[in-house]
């Protein structure tokens, strides 16, 4: 009999394979459009019972195509993420046709639908981490940005379930005016929950359906640039992060001097990103049209 042996992730052969041929590591897959929050800085949130933007969801056996050529390119790893991915009805066939692709699965959830048939199949089936968004540490502030009574109790029942039965959770949170004088309580509240990992999130991006009002809102939410520094200088070991990943942009920056490359991110290098509705991006945050492809018509969404 063969005996097995035990590695470690990170010395797994596969990635210096892959750092050598450059290939595909990850992809992200928004299944819907659709929440049952109504997040005051959201940029793609769409009602739950909206029926025109349910019906351009991909259907299972889009995304099992998507993932079958994610894979051949050499895609590990993929992140389903919304909206609420978890109001899809078919959301553990989702998941299930991913896991059985060979993919490390995450998800990102607001966490206020997780049922015990969630909990069943998390547990049988572990992700490889379920990313949960904290939009304040009591229920006023919390229910301030999402826009909806009685979301507290869901989010914290629903995170409950997921930490009970060991599930690998990780917490973040938006750093928005709505909860700006709530962070320290936030950031407690999520140290005292996971000791993995917690992040914040300063960025607002603009409503991909360019609605105005939202916008409006979206632009209200944002903090000023000294606020942000100097939320960022207050965290000791984020701030030594984020130097260290500055210096190493300035000295890619000074390699690529005469390089006429738009993006030096990596951008689309490593990773891709698909809409709910079959828009094809190198990353979620880039909606320039010249950019975006229609994977279901196969062809760039830019107007000729």
């Not at 790893?77 to 692709?101: A, M, N, Q, T």
């Not at 490390?104 to 199949?121: C, G, P």
């Not at 989010?155 to 320290?184: D, Q, W, Y």
């Not at 939410?221 to 942000?228: D, Q, S, W």
Request: aromatic letters at 8%.
């Amino acid at each position: 009999m063969k005996q097995s042996t035990t590695i470690e992730i990170s010395d797994f052969p596969l990635w210096d394979k892959m750092k050598e041929q450059h290939r595909l590591l990850s992809f992200d897959l928004e299944i819907t459009a659709r929440c049952n929050n109504d997040c005051r800085h959201c940029y793609i949130n769409l009602p739950s019972g909206d029926r025109l933007a349910r019906s351009r969801e991909l259907t299972l056996r889009e995304i099992g195509n998507i993932a079958d050529q994610a894979v051949e390119l050499g895609a590990v790893w993929v992140l389903i993420s919304g909206g609420e991915p978890l109001l899809r009805e078919d959301f553990p066939e989702i998941y299930l046709l991913l896991k059985r692709k060979g993919l490390l699965v995450s998800v990102f959830t607001n966490a206020t639908l997780v049922r015990e048939e969630h909990i069943a199949l998390f547990t049988m089936f572990p992700p490889r981490d379920i990313e949960i968004t904290v939009y304040g540490a009591t229920q006023e502030t919390y229910e301030r940005v999402t826009g909806r009574p009685g979301s507290f109790a869901a989010f914290t029942a629903g995170l409950n379930r997921l930490l009970e039965c060991g599930v690998k959770v990780r917490l973040k949170a938006m750093a928005i005016r709505s909860n700006f004088h709530e962070l320290p309580a936030i950031a407690d509240f999520c140290h005292a929950r996971t000791k993995d990992f917690f992040r914040f999130d300063p960025q607002l991006h603009l409503r991909f359906d360019r609605d105005e009002e939202r916008n409006l809102m979206i632009r209200a939410e944002r903090l000023t640039p000294e606020e942000i520094v100097a939320l960022e200088r207050s965290d000791e070991g984020r701030f030594a992060s984020l130097q260290k990943n500055c210096d190493i942009l300035i000295q890619e920056e000074v390699a690529h001097t005469g390089c006429d490359h738009l993006f030096h991110c990596g951008l689309g290098v490593g990773s891709f990103n698909v809409g709910y509705d079959g828009t094809f991006r190198l990353c979620s945050s880039l909606w320039a049209p010249e950019t975006i492809c229609d994977l279901r018509q196969g062809y760039c969404c830019c107007p000729l």
